[in-house]
């Protein structure tokens, strides 16, 4: 069984630790693949967590030299986790993971993960109250990534119900909410992309389930949906964080392989 971890974060963006703190963690915890990935340059509110555009070039060379120095028992791949509202720009990285962070809507752009309130505020003004129509522009945007080749994978794909526990924002069960979601999943499975079953908000307190719902994941098993498994992590201690509890859910829900990158691209494995 390989233990993969591609979706964590480093102190060129959001993270805490540098990108061989984080790689040295997944090799201590018994991991051979390991990927971290840069937040793609964002303007306006999203900058403040994003990464710089002018660090770009030194965190790729950071990267390379975390590769030379954990070969050959960590296998380690430069990531890119790109944002819908980001400029594309995928020169350098070894895979691409792709999300959606904020929303756009009435000229302004809006996040649907930084804190409740301010999730809380965008339904009520850029959208009358109305979370369902919030929902069909949040997949819409998800949609899109259907269409960048670059992109692989698709990172925390129901994003914006992270502050859905215990309060809920959004009814995901209502057919508003439930269509936009399937919509957006029969592109992107189309198009080969590769869904990850995230622990990041449950490391971080804000959820008790993953991301995505066991309701999505099981509607992506039927559709012959791709998945991996990733933390997000932000931290040294989260690397890898319960991914036998995403293991299990995977299996739960009828998946008997996962993906896993290897250096002629992602490839599956028997879960």
């Given at each position: 069984?390989?233990?993969?971890?591609?979706?964590?974060?480093?102190?060129?963006?959001?993270?805490?630790?540098?990108?061989?703190?984080?790689?040295?963690?997944?090799?201590?915890?018994?991991?051979?693949?390991?990927?971290?990935?840069?937040?793609?340059?964002?303007?306006?509110?999203?900058?403040?967590?994003?990464?710089?555009?002018?660090?770009?070039?030194?965190?790729?060379?950071?990267?390379?030299?975390?590769?030379?120095?954990?070969?050959?028992?960590?296998h380690v791949y430069t990531g890119l986790e790109y944002d819908i509202q980001s400029v594309p720009a995928f020169d350098g990285f070894d895979y691409v993971i792709g999300g959606c962070h904020e929303i756009s809507a009435g000229g302004k752009l809006w996040s649907v993960d930084w804190k409740r309130s301010a999730a809380k505020q965008m339904i009520e003004e850029a959208f009358e109250g109305d979370s369902g129509a919030a929902a069909s522009v949040y997949f819409a945007q998800m949609e899109k990534l259907a269409v960048l080749p670059q992109v692989d994978a698709i990172a925390h794909f129901d994003l914006i119900t992270k502050f859905n526990e215990p309060d809920p924002l959004y009814d995901t069960r209502s057919g508003t909410y439930r269509r936009a979601a399937e919509k957006a999943m029969e592109k992107l499975v189309a198009a080969g992309k590769i869904f990850e079953i995230n622990s990041g908000a449950v490391s971080r307190g804000y959820r008790t389930s993953f991301y995505p719902s066991r309701e999505i994941?099981?509607?992506?098993?039927?559709?012959?949906?791709?998945?991996?498994?990733?933390?997000?992590?932000?931290?040294?201690?989260?690397?890898?964080?319960?991914?036998?509890?995403?293991?299990?859910?995977?299996?739960?829900?009828?998946?008997?392989?996962?993906?896993?990158?290897?250096?002629d691209g992602f490839a599956p494995e028997k879960l």
């Amino acid at each position: 069984m390989i233990n993969q971890d591609l979706h964590t974060h480093s102190l060129y963006d959001d993270g805490t630790a540098s990108p061989l703190a984080m790689a040295e963690s997944a090799q201590r915890k018994g991991f051979s693949v390991f990927g971290c990935s840069l937040h793609s340059p964002q303007s306006g509110e999203a900058a403040s967590w994003s990464g710089k555009e002018e660090e770009v070039a030194a965190f790729q060379k950071d990267m390379a030299a975390v590769k030379a120095k954990l070969a050959p028992k960590l296998h380690v791949y430069t990531g890119l986790e790109y944002d819908i509202q980001s400029v594309p720009a995928f020169d350098g990285f070894d895979y691409v993971i792709g999300g959606c962070h904020e929303i756009s809507a009435g000229g302004k752009l809006w996040s649907v993960d930084w804190k409740r309130s301010a999730a809380k505020q965008m339904i009520e003004e850029a959208f009358e109250g109305d979370s369902g129509a919030a929902a069909s522009v949040y997949f819409a945007q998800m949609e899109k990534l259907a269409v960048l080749p670059q992109v692989d994978a698709i990172a925390h794909f129901d994003l914006i119900t992270k502050f859905n526990e215990p309060d809920p924002l959004y009814d995901t069960r209502s057919g508003t909410y439930r269509r936009a979601a399937e919509k957006a999943m029969e592109k992107l499975v189309a198009a080969g992309k590769i869904f990850e079953i995230n622990s990041g908000a449950v490391s971080r307190g804000y959820r008790t389930s993953f991301y995505p719902s066991r309701e999505i994941l099981c509607l992506l098993r039927e559709m012959e949906g791709k998945i991996f498994l990733s933390s997000d992590a932000h931290t040294v201690e989260n690397v890898g964080y319960a991914q036998e509890q995403e293991r299990n859910l995977a299996r739960s829900c009828g998946f008997r392989e996962i993906w896993i990158l290897t250096p002629d691209g992602f490839a599956p494995e028997k879960l």
